[in-house]
Every structure is written in C-alpha cells, then in structure tokens.
C-alpha cells in the first residue's frame, strides 16, 4: 500500500492568494498604458491626433509632432508652443490633463504623404515618477 499525500491545503493557499492579488485596487490602464495616441488622419492636408489619458492622469503631457522638414503650418488647434520647420518639429506642452481625450489638429499648407509622419507623447508617469516616451505611427 502507498501512501497518498494530500495537496488541498496547498490548493487553497494559492487560490486565496490569487483571490487577493485580482481584488488589489489598481490604476484603470489598457494594458500599462496610462497614456495613448492614434492618428484619426495622418496624410493630406488636415493631421488629426487623438491622445487618450487614463487614470491617474499625469499632470503635463508633451506632444512632438514630426512633419516633413520645411512643412508649413497654417493653423493648429489647439495653438503649438513651438515649431521648428527646418526639422519639421511641432510641440505641444499641454498642462493640467485630466483623465479623458483630447484632440490635436493641425492644418497644412501642402498635403503630406501617408507614412511620412509620427509623434512622440512624454510624460512623468504618476505611480513611478518615469518618464515615458510613447511613439506614435500612422
């Protein structure tokens, strides 16, 4: 005859400790992502960039967007606090965020081709005190 160990303990022990770990309160983010960027239009004339924040939401975010060297901007919304054309960079330093979307738009002079743009979104996370650079691409 063998001897039969009994393992229920064991079973138990790891459920309630995976039933602790799922009811943990944490930061509502898809993913690990507390901050999020999709471009709604990313060639001809009119660029649109959604950005989405969760919560806790940083209090500044900085928004680079990258245009062809040389692109003229005719107008932005909301207004950039920097752009340089030689490099075709435009930055947006956008302050008292709250959780929710936010929309930039930016209207050029000439149309740009699909694929000849992308964005940066930084931003001091909340919970770690990092900063994060997030890459955005058409």
């Known amino acids: 005859m063998t001897a039969k ?6 079973t138990g022990l790891l459920f309630v400790a995976l039933l602790l770990l799922v009811s943990l309160p944490m930061p509502l983010r898809a993913g690990n992502a507390l901050v999020g960027g999709q471009y ?7 660029i649109q960039l959604l950005v989405t924040v969760g919560s806790p939401a940083p209090t500044t975010l900085i928004v680079i967007q990258n245009l062809p ?3 003229v901007v005719d ?9 340089d054309a030689g490099k075709g960079e435009v930055k947006w330093l956008l302050t008292h965020v709250n959780p929710g979307r936010y929309t930039i738009n930016l209207r ?5 081709v699909s694929g000849r743009i992308s964005g940066d979104i ?5 919970g770690s005190g990092r ?4 890459r955005v691409r058409p």
């Open 69 to 71: 060297p040389g692109t």
């Open 75 to 83: 107008s932005a919304s909301p207004a950039f606090n920097q752009y």
């Open 5 to 10: 160990k009994n393992h229920t303990g064991a």
């Open 108 to 112: 050029l002079q000439h149309p740009v």
């Open 131 to 134: 900063m994060i650079t997030l």
């Open 40 to 46: 709604q239009s990313a060639a001809g004339q009119d």
């Open 122 to 126: 930084r931003y001091k996370d909340p």
